[in-house]
């Protein structure tokens, strides 16, 4: 069974521009989560999808950040325009079912905003 | 949320059991424990998670102090490869909100495993 994968795994880009991460769940997982840790930080809870309904966005840190899952399937984050102290890894996580126990989290992407 | 506190840092010999406790003393009665694990730069990875009763699976032991104001993750047999910041959490259940699916990690405990 294939586990959470994100693209790109790193991604470099200039302050201002805009960069879409994306996540792939395990196949048949209506949770999706993502998190954050920016540098020096402890690690940060951003928003929880079931299916494509947004559950909680309690952690979205301001409207420079859209998260969308299309269909229940796939997730994409987009930060438009990127600050520097968006610099950070993002992870995402997905669990099956409701109640959902245990998050299976993916290996993140790794956002540098130079 | 409840907050947890961990110890900064603990250290283990492998091949014995490694005891990292957790006090969580403003848990309230619709939030669990659990426990994650961050090994280098990796996703965290879920260990273990209690109610009220102590719970064993194959990765750990969870022992929950019957006030539920604290816990101890036990790893029996540690190995080097155990090596990895541990995050106690405190998490509301299904039934206690909408932010049910949160995990709000704190800065855990960094269990060093040593030959």
């Known amino acids: 069974e294939a586990g959470v994968t994100q693209f790109p795994s790193h991604s470099v880009i200039e302050k201002g521009q805009t960069v879409t991460l994306r996540c792939d769940p395990i196949s048949g997982h209506d949770n999706l989560y993502w998190y954050r840790r920016v540098m020096g930080k402890e690690i940060k809870f951003l928003l929880h999808f079931v299916k494509e309904s947004k559950q909680d966005e309690s952690g979205m840190p301001n409207n420079r950040f859209l998260a969308e899952r299309t269909g229940g399937t796939y997730s994409t984050l987009k930060v438009q325009p990127a600050e520097l102290e968006d610099s950070g890894v993002y992870f995402c996580?997905?669990?099956?079912?409701?109640?959902?126990?245990?998050?299976?989290f993916g290996p993140g992407t790794r956002l540098t905003v130079t | 949320d409840a907050k947890t506190t961990q110890p900064p840092s603990m250290d283990c010999a492998e091949g014995r059991a490694a005891n990292l406790p957790c006090n969580h003393s403003?848990?309230?009665?619709?939030?669990?424990v659990y426990w994650y694990r961050q090994i280098h730069s990796q996703g965290p990875q879920y260990i273990i998670h209690?109610?009220?009763n102590n719970e064993t699976n194959e990765m750990a032991s969870l022992i929950i102090t019957e006030d539920r104001k604290s816990s101890t993750l036990i790893l029996p047999h540690a190995t080097l490869r155990d090596t990895a910041v541990y995050y106690c959490?405190?998490?509301?259940?299904?039934?206690?909100?909408?932010?049910?699916?949160?995990?709000?990690f704190g800065q855990g405990t960094i269990l060093t495993v040593h030959p």
């Open positions: 996580a997905s669990s099956p079912g409701i109640p959902s126990y245990e998050q299976y």
């Open positions: 959490i405190v998490r509301l259940s299904s039934w206690g909100g909408t932010s049910y699916g949160k995990l709000t």
């Open positions: 209690g109610l009220k």
């Open positions: 403003t848990i309230s009665g619709n939030e669990y």
